[in-house]
């Protein structure tokens, strides 16, 4: 039986929004999760302002089992994921002192700050997140998980929770690359589709330098059922004249 | 006085939150769109699913003035964007003779078989819009603006529709690097934000290889405002001896 486990991510950050820098983490999350039989379903990303934060934390945590922030974590005024998840808890945002400890493995006492200390403002009942490269923490409060947005923290936290997560069946996935215009093998691929629901088939056109084709990528929970829909669309694409690679099994 | 133009993002697409692709129209749709005066306050990523597409298209079209999507107008089964979209409407999807006759530039009548038909079905009252690469059109209804997930056909359609945008007020930026930790200006840089309401002041820390700061990055719409600020932000640095180096003005 097919137990499916979501997940859903809220980037937050006005540099992605606006462009000047490219969000690197989305990736590394989906590939992440679907490793412990988490499945993305979701990606929203905000602007640092609190009404948006509260309003994807709370949409999101009741309509996936879990929900990874990155971003906005930092010591700046415009870090207000902290007081952001809190309101959408509805409980207070409290100094936590297992935080400032953490933060007094990298800062000197003299060098902690007001502003340094705002990163251990974490509202009341969640746990810490370890940050093995800069130590402030991030946390996890209910089903929201709240990391950092430099890629290098944020995946160093996402490994320290990641297998403590409870996932379902995991998605396999194997794909063929079929030399043809999708759209002649558009009914023939529907058609295996329909016989096969407990797969999902994408089809994902390419042109590369006047060479052109698609990746039909099927993904299910049993491997034998994956396979033979592999098998089924590469003769399917065959019939057509269609010159057809099927993905080689991964490395041992 | 300031005139904000917003705009919501909905990357349709299940190769995304998978992991398998990496998003590559994000960026250059927030980039653009700033070009022409209006800002991309939100992007959601949702599955190939209908009620994910509808649910995200009503929700972003009735708070933002322009709505764009990305992916799924192709041919096979898991095109789903264009009867999602008018289903969001609540309007039927037709079969449109403009579109047809656009298909029939690129695909000879013999191979126009039904799949590829479907690349015709619009939602009854939408207009096309124009696809130079490959001819198979995107659409636009209400505020809502449908294309293709390939970039190239992307770039080449949002290039055709952009400037018939009707922009507001253009965000212009400026930054400024400053090596020191972030945590040592943080409170300086919230009395910078405090006493000037018109600029979006926002931090960006970072370590290059040991050699760790922030960026500053000063948004508004007053080209002066956003000197001052950065002026303030460069001189409150080095009161506390820090290197800084502005960004050098744009070239000609």
Same mark, same amino acid.
């Given at each position: 039986?097919?137990? +499916?486990?979501?997940?859903?991510?809220?980037?937050?950050?006005?540099?992605?929004?606006? /462009?000047?820098?490219?969000?690197?983490?989305?990736?590394?999350?989906?590939? /992440?999760?679907?490793?412990?039989?988490?499945?993305?379903?979701?990606?929203?990303?905000?602007?640092?302002?609190?009404?948006?934060?509260?309003?994807?934390?709370?949409?999101?945590?009741?309509?996936?089992?879990?929900?990874?922030?990155?971003?906005?974590?930092?010591?700046?005024?415009?870090?207000?994921?902290? +007081?952001?998840?809190?309101?959408?808890? /509805?409980? =207070?945002?409290?100094?936590?002192?297992?935080?400032?400890?953490?933060?007094?493995?990298?800062?000197?006492?003299?060098?902690?700050? +007001?502003?340094?200390?705002?990163?251990?403002?974490? =509202?009341?009942?969640?746990?810490?997140?370890?940050?093995?490269?800069?130590?402030?923490?991030?946390?996890?409060? /209910?089903?929201?998980?709240?990391?950092? #947005?430099?890629?290098?923290?944020?995946?160093?936290?996402?490994?320290?929770? $990641?297998?403590?997560? %409870?996932?379902?069946?995991?998605?396999?996935?194997?794909?063929?690359?079929?030399?043809?215009?999708?759209?002649?093998?558009?009914?023939?691929?529907?058609? %295996?589709?329909?016989?096969?629901?407990?797969?999902?088939?994408?089809?994902?056109?390419?042109? $590369?330098? #006047?060479?052109?084709?698609?990746? %039909?990528?099927?993904?299910?929970?049993?491997?034998?059922?994956?396979?033979?829909?592999?098998?089924?669309?590469?003769?399917?694409?065959?019939?057509?004249?269609?010159?057809? +690679?099927?993905?080689?099994? =991964?490395?041992?």
């Amino acid at each position: 039986m097919v137990n +499916e486990v979501s997940a859903a991510l809220i980037v937050i950050g006005n540099e992605v929004l606006s /462009g000047r820098t490219q969000d690197a983490n989305l990736q590394y999350i989906a590939l /992440g999760l679907n490793e412990v039989g988490v499945r993305l379903k979701e990606v929203r990303v905000v602007t640092d302002e609190e009404d948006a934060i509260v309003a994807a934390v709370n949409a999101l945590r009741a309509t996936y089992n879990y929900v990874f922030t990155t971003g906005g974590i930092g010591p700046t005024h415009d870090d207000i994921t902290a +007081e952001s998840v809190a309101k959408a808890f /509805g409980v =207070p945002l409290r100094r936590d002192p297992r935080a400032v400890e953490r933060l007094l493995r990298q800062i000197k006492p003299e060098n902690l700050n +007001e502003a340094r200390l705002r990163m251990a403002n974490i =509202p009341d009942g969640a746990d810490l997140i370890d940050n093995p490269v800069s130590h402030a923490p991030g946390f996890h409060i /209910g089903n929201v998980y709240v990391m950092a #947005g430099i890629p290098r923290i944020m995946q160093a936290m996402f490994e320290g929770v $990641r297998h403590s997560l %409870i996932g379902g069946s995991r998605l396999l996935s194997k794909s063929v690359t079929i030399y043809i215009g999708e759209g002649t093998i558009a009914t023939g691929l529907a058609e %295996i589709q329909h016989r096969r629901p407990d797969v999902e088939i994408g089809s994902y056109p390419f042109n $590369r330098g #006047g060479i052109f084709g698609t990746v %039909i990528v099927v993904r299910g929970t049993d491997a034998a059922t994956v396979e033979a829909a592999i098998a089924e669309v590469a003769e399917m694409a065959e019939g057509h004249g269609a010159t057809v +690679e099927v993905e080689a099994p =991964p490395p041992r």
